[in-house]
């Protein structure tokens, strides 16, 4: 009798505790900033957490050998109920011989919660996520248990060599960073996907002149009219499907269930900001410094709703090189589904509008000063049969109305395909062109399988000015 009412009295006093003690999380604290895994021996009966040895109970029929847990179908283990101070961002340093499907339960006050996870295989390697809903400034005080599933075959081990949990302060929405020539944006709710580009060297301009919209350089002295906009972001952001963003096409057929998007059956698609219906994709990780930005995200499924975020991780990197944005990509998918080849954005990438002249270089003695061509009046893409230029050079740029306009182009090193078009073309009437339905747009196109369990990565370049100076600007990469 004596022990159940203790157990009674240990469930109340954790409620208790919890309802009083999660509000007080979200006060000002100490937050960590240094986000190392302290690591140590793993056994059967025990893990390092937070540099402690943390007694843990293997769920039944879990087999441990040579130190590590053996994997047939799936294992698990927990740990007693106690606290462990609050977080909102933990770290795991493993070694495993598989693609890992994980999955952390922890609680919230008192609300028990689960995520899922997923480890790449690798020897001492470390992995480091926000939990759910981390930006709402959702923390966490306790784990209760991990399991581990092997995906890409049928047998596997992992050794857990330490698990550090950390209260990170919540950052804001948007990160920016800023050189002598760009100011950049990051959105965290669109999965880190760049959505803000300002040059700071070009006196950038939007007026507004007969209803419309224009931008460039010295605009209010070129088109004799009045500025309602000095810093101008030349990424269009009206909605997450926008951006310079990753996108994926995967498989429409096998165990995959396509969903809808403009009256169209659609494949599998993981989209860096998120989905069709404006929700947003899971921030994993963020580390910046003065000169870049890391970003890590579990992208949605482009034409599902939110629960149907992908068993996939997408990686980037920006900084500011001299007078270029370089962007690292990588992209690593967990679903297992059947691959297809499909035509691959490598980037999405979104202007605004008022810059909708087409430009590019369609010779065949790339980067020997040849003259450019330009098409200044591409529709909508889909409208117009998704047409498709060649440049040698590796580049295009969108630019203002005038042969000199400034404009905005990106650059990926080896490719020559290049999908564009204009949506609502010359229709942009908001001060801030950004935030208009109206853009320009580019995908750099290539045919790829986009397999399972085969990390992909490519880098591309951004940079701004009349053609001249983009082409010389990207003439610096080659």
Known sequence: MFVFLKKI?????SFIFGFVAYPISYLPCSNDISFAILTGEFTQESVILNGEKEEITLADGVSFQDGAIKLENSASFSFDDTTHGWFNYYGISYTTDAYIKGELSYRCGVVNKTENFFLEPGTNKDFYSFIDNMLDGTKANMIYSISFEALNVESASI?????SLFNREIPDEDVFIQTENYKIG????WGGALSYMEDLNSNVEAVKKDGRIFVDSNAGERYNAKVVNENVNLINRFDPGRLVQQSYYGTATGDYECGEFMGNTWAYNPVQGGN???????IVDLKCDENSIYIKCQPLD?????EHITPSYMEATYSIENN???VS??????????????DQELPAFYCIEPFNRFVYYGGDEPWTGGELTCEPELIFWPDAGYPNFHSLENWSAFIGEF?????????????TRFLSGVCNRETSTNTDPSKDVATSYIAVVRVMTMNSYAPFEYDYYLTTGDTDEIRNNFSTIK
């Open 329 to 342: 990509c990588r992209f690593v998918d967990f679903s297992g589904y059947e691959a297809q080849p499909r």
């Open 403 to 415: 042969d000199d306009s400034f404009g905005i182009g990106v650059y990926v090193p080896n490719e």
């Open 276 to 282: 069709q219906f404006g929700d947003n994709s899971k």
């Open 9 to 13: 009295l240990s469930v109340v006093l």
């Open 324 to 326: 270029n944005l370089h």
């Open 302 to 306: 482009w034409a599902k709703e939110k």
């Open 186 to 189: 990051v959105n965290l709710l």
């Open 159 to 163: 050794k857990i060599h330490g698990i």
